[in-house]
């Protein structure tokens, strides 16, 4: 909920509220003055702006002048989870690059979704400040959410939400079901008949796309599917490690773990390096999505590379497109993933 403030401080959505009944306009008017929209009239502009200037918006925070060029091109909101995961960084570059060849600057903030009481209301604070569109790396984008992006007036698009948007929705992926496909293709054509799987939540359409490509590659491969070597975790580094320690001391173990992502790989290489297995001499390992560190760990990872910075500029770039009365010519875009060959996969030791 949003707070009253003193005067000089911006007032949140109240405040807008409050701007918008003395200006006798309605709430989305005031949003788009607040953030540069060209579609309000002259007189009525003129009279939300002083209002606005009244109520304290328009400063930045703690009293700080906003640097001319940034006022001048204006302020992209980019919403994400969380901002300590390496692929935020990719993501947050690929966002800055987009809007710094239009003169434009990033906002960046963290929603920190696993705080539960403690978790911001991103549109609580998008209200707060002269944001002019949003770009949203969040599970999900609640009915409520999007009227309230409406109200306020910002365009917004979506990178690899949870589960498919809506119709008309913006939104960015990566082919997940060709990325475990071609994964476990390789690991298959490498001569491997045990390969298991670390997907993350099975509640993401992300996940259950890189485990769909993983058995149609078995398939594909004259392989049984066998559910005891398919384990779900959350993409990061501690389920990973406790499945593939499972997975490992399995009596038939696996000979080849696909992981969803680059941190269960590494979770992968340290179960193998407890259990005294060697990658990929004893246990052949692929990750997802090809982070920095993939290139610097020892094997080097053979990873399945998602291009993040990419899918981050395309959402930013339909954002302004429709900042600028455009239509994107899709709502719907999936970048393509590519593997990458290294050094963690090998054909599987003899039996």
């Given at each position: 909920m949003a707070?009253?403030?003193?005067?000089?401080?911006?007032?949140?959505?109240?405040?807008?509220?409050?701007?918008?009944?003395?200006?006798g306009v309605s709430v989305s008017t005031v949003s788009k003055v607040l953030h540069g929209r060209s579609d309000v009239a002259s007189r009525t502009r003129a009279r939300v702006q002083r209002?606005?200037?009244q109520h304290g918006y328009g400063a930045a925070p703690r009293g700080r002048a906003v640097p001319t060029a940034l006022a001048a091109g204006g302020l992209i909101d980019f919403v994400i989870g969380e901002l300590d995961g390496p692929w935020a960084v990719?993501?947050?570059?690929?966002?800055?690059?987009?809007?710094?060849?239009?003169?434009?600057g990033l906002v960046v903030s963290a929603t920190h979704e696993g705080d539960g009481g403690q978790a911001r209301n991103w549109l609580d604070a998008l209200a707060e400040r002269p944001t002019r569109g949003a770009v949203?790396?969040?599970?999900?984008?609640?009915?409520?959410?999007?009227?309230?992006?409406?109200?306020?007036g910002l365009p917004f698009a979506l990178i690899a939400p949870a589960e498919e948007p809506p119709p008309g929705v913006p939104w960015v992926g990566a082919t997940n079901w060709p990325g475990g496909l071609a994964a476990t293709r390789h690991l298959v054509r490498l001569g491997h008949r045990r390969i298991a799987v670390i997907g993350g939540p099975p509640d993401r359409?992300?996940?259950?796309?890189?485990?769909?490509?993983?058995?149609?590659?078995?398939?594909?491969?004259?392989?049984?599917?066998?559910?005891?070597?398919?384990?779900?975790?959350?993409?990061?580094?501690?389920?990973?490690?406790?499945?593939a320690l499972d997975l490992l001391r399995l009596p038939d173990r696996p000979t080849a773990v696909f992981a969803g992502s680059d941190q269960q790989a590494l979770s992968t290489y340290r179960a193998a390096d407890r259990l005294g297995l060697r990658v990929p001499a004893d246990v052949s390992v692929v990750g997802f999505d090809d982070l920095d560190f993939a290139d610097w760990v020892t094997p080097r990872l053979t990873?399945?590379?998602?291009?993040?910075?990419?899918?981050?500029a395309?959402?930013?770039r339909m954002v302004l497109q429709l900042l600028a009365g455009e239509t994107p010519e899709t709502t719907r875009v999936e970048v393509a993933s590519e593997l990458v060959i290294r050094d963690s996969t090998a054909p599987p030791p003899p039996r």
């Open positions: 707070r009253d403030t003193e005067p000089g401080e911006a007032g949140g959505a109240g405040g807008l509220a409050r701007v918008a009944a003395e200006a209002l606005l200037e990719q993501l947050v570059r690929g966002a800055e690059e987009a809007l710094h060849a239009v003169g434009m949203l790396v969040v599970p999900a984008l609640t009915d409520a959410q999007r009227a309230g992006l409406a109200r306020l359409l992300a996940s259950r796309a890189r485990v769909d490509g993983y058995r149609s590659a078995l398939d594909e491969g004259g392989l049984p599917f066998d559910p005891e070597l398919v384990r779900y975790g959350d993409f990061s580094h501690g389920p990973a490690h406790d499945h990873t399945v590379r998602t291009p993040l910075p990419e899918m981050a395309l959402a930013t």
